[in-house]
Nanobody
Framework: QVQLLESGGGLVQAGGSLRLSCVAS????????MGWYRQAPGKQRELVAI???????NYADSVKGRFTISRDNAKNTVYLQMNSLKPEDTAVYYC?????????????WGQGTQVTVSS
């Protein structure tokens, strides 16, 4: 069984920073892409940032220059450093990882962590 556990969400004022972490645990052979998604009330879940096992990154236009995704492959962990936060960044943030376990390869989701940015 594989689990993704997120941490680091909270309440912050506009212009502030937060760092999210997500640790994958369980029966893991290897991890391909890891990413962060978010879902605001009444909106669809959207990609925030994604990072490959080799470190290639891609960001949503709305967070470019403010957010940085990184990962520690030895710890099966992905991070999201969020700077210059805006009220429109308020959402539940979900970790996602494409994990190989034996002959199985599938996407797993964390439970989500709330980020609230006050104006």
């Amino acid at each position: 069984q594989v689990q993704l556990l997120e941490s680091g969400g909270g309440l912050v004022q506009a212009g502030g920073s937060l760092r999210l972490s997500c640790v994958a645990s369980g029966s893991i052979w290897s991890i391909n892409d890891m990413g962060w998604y978010r879902q605001a009330p009444g909106k669809q879940r959207e990609l925030v940032a994604i990072i490959s096992s080799g470190g290639m990154t891609n960001y949503a236009d709305s967070v470019k220059g403010r957010f940085t995704i990184s990962r520690d492959n030895a710890k099966n962990t992905v991070y999201l450093q969020m700077n210059s936060l805006k009220p429109e960044d308020t959402a539940v943030y979900y970790c996602n990882a494409n994990i190989v376990n034996g002959v199985s390869r599938r996407n797993y989701w964390g439970q989500g962590t709330q980020v609230t940015v006050s104006s």
